[in-house]
């Protein structure tokens, strides 16, 4: 009888192990905090002056996560906190804009204490035009035995 229940004893341990949903109801088991992004503090924000250049705001801030390709001039500061004692998750951004090399504007979930914003920046909108391009490999493959695209 008791060879019988080791097996099931042995494989249930097992398959509880990798279940992490299982964890999270186990009162005794620690969970870490989890940051994910740029530590952002309110500090840090205070530091900024307009008129500052990218390298004294990289100084301040650190790489931003995102410099994103279609806006030279924002760079996206994003922090994503994960209480590890099951309290709801928290994300917080920040967004600096510049305009020739130098800060003019911050905005998102901090504002700093010190500055104001010096002019609005406009979004833009560019129209790229369609490129016509030659068949593909695959086209002009199908093209020689007579297959048509669909």
């Known amino acids: 009888m008791r060879k019988v229940l080791v097996i099931p004893v042995y494989l249930a341990i097992l398959?509880?192990?990798?279940?992490?949903?299982?964890?999270?109801w186990i009162p005794w088991v620690y969970r870490i905090d989890i940051d994910q992004g740029n530590i952002i503090t309110q500090p840090m924000i205070n530091q900024l002056q307009p008129g500052m250049n990218e390298r004294q705001v990289r100084f301040i801030m650190g790489t931003p996560l995102l410099i994103d390709t279609f806006h030279d001039n924002r760079w996206n500061y994003l922090l994503r906190?994960?209480?590890g004692d099951g309290a709801p998750t928290t994300q917080k951004k920040l967004f600096l804009y510049f305009k020739d090399g130098a800060l003019v504007k911050v905005t998102g979930d901090f504002r700093p204490n010190n500055i104001q914003d010096l002019e609005p920046i406009q979004d833009t909108t560019v129209i790229v035009p369609k490129i016509n391009r030659e068949k593909t490999l695959s086209q002009k493959i199908k093209s020689w035995f007579g297959i048509q695209e669909t």
Do not use: A, H, V, Y
């Open 15 to 24: 398959w509880l192990t990798g279940c992490t949903s299982i964890s999270e």
């Open 81 to 83: 906190e994960k209480p």
